[in-house]
T-cell receptor, first 116, second 111 residues
Framework: EAGVAQSPRYKIIEKRQSVAFWCNPISGHATLYWYQQILGQGPKLLIQFQNNGVVDDSQLPKDRFSAERLKGVDSTLKIQPAKLEDSAVYLCASKKTGGTNTGELFFGEGSRLTVL | GEDVEQSLFLSVREGDSSVINCTYTDSSSTYLYWYKQEPGAGLQLLTY?????DMKQDQRLTVLLNKKDKHLSLRIADTQTGDSAIYFCAPLTGGGNKLTFGTGTQLKVEL
């Protein structure tokens, strides 16, 4: 079974530029998450989708961050304009829903963003 | 919201046992997970415990849960250099939908 795929792995941009990250979850996983992990900290939830609907985006800085999950499969996370404090690893995760499962989240390797 | 705390750093000698502790605030947590993160890599699920259990053993790993004190611990027996990583405690709340991570404990295994 293929894991969660993310791209790009690394991105360096200047402040005020824009950037987009892409995530392809595990096939059949209805729930998709974007987490932000700043160096030295634990991952923080940015947004959660159930199929193509948003479940929780309470911690998403909506003035500059946006995310979508068209057709309930792939997702993109965009930052525009970027700030220095957005330098972090952006982790995508997916979860199977229904049936017997332990609620485990499966994570991609992350997209590391550096804002100069 | 949920608050999860861990000590930042733990150093042990190879072959010793490691104990990583975690405290959390949301008593409605259903599953409580331990994730491992190696440098430059994503998060890998190590083990988990359901909230109606006190203990779970999985090979070298033992998870202890004290629901009254909202305290979770992970014991790694016979710690090896390959166990060097950051370990995150993550309770599942929000009706089984929301995973909140602790600050992470960096485990360093010395020869």
């Amino acid at each position: 079974e293929a894991g969660v795929a993310q791209s790009p792995r690394y991105k360096i941009i200047e402040k005020r530029q824009s950037v987009a990250f892409w995530c392809n979850p595990i096939s059949g996983h209805a729930t998709l998450y974007w987490y932000q992990q700043i160096l030295g900290q634990g991952p923080k939830l940015l947004i959660q989708f159930q199929n193509n609907g948003v479940v929780d985006d309470s911690q998403l800085p909506k003035d500059r961050f946006s995310a979508e999950r068209l057709k309930g499969v792939d997702s993109t996370l965009k930052i525009q304009p970027a700030k220095l404090e957005d330098s972090a690893v952006y982790l995508c995760a997916s979860k199977k829903t229904g049936g017997t499962n332990t609620g485990e989240l499966f994570f991609g390797e992350g997209s590391r963003l550096t804002v100069l | 919201g949920e608050d999860v705390e861990q000590s930042l750093f733990l150093s042990v000698r190879e072959g010793d046992s490691s104990v990583i502790n975690c405290t959390y605030t949301d008593s409605s947590s259903t599953y409580l997970y331990w994730y491992k993160q190696e440098p430059g890599a994503g998060l890998q699920l190590l083990t988990y415990i359901f909230s109606n259990m006190d203990m779970k053993q999985d090979q070298r790993l033992t998870v202890l849960l004290n629901k009254k004190d909202k305290h979770l611990s992970l014991r790694i027996a016979d710690t090896q250099t390959g166990d060097s990583a950051i370990y995150f405690c993550a309770p599942l709340t929000g009706g089984g939908n929301k995973l909140t991570f602790g600050t992470g404990t960096q485990l360093k295994v010395e020869l």
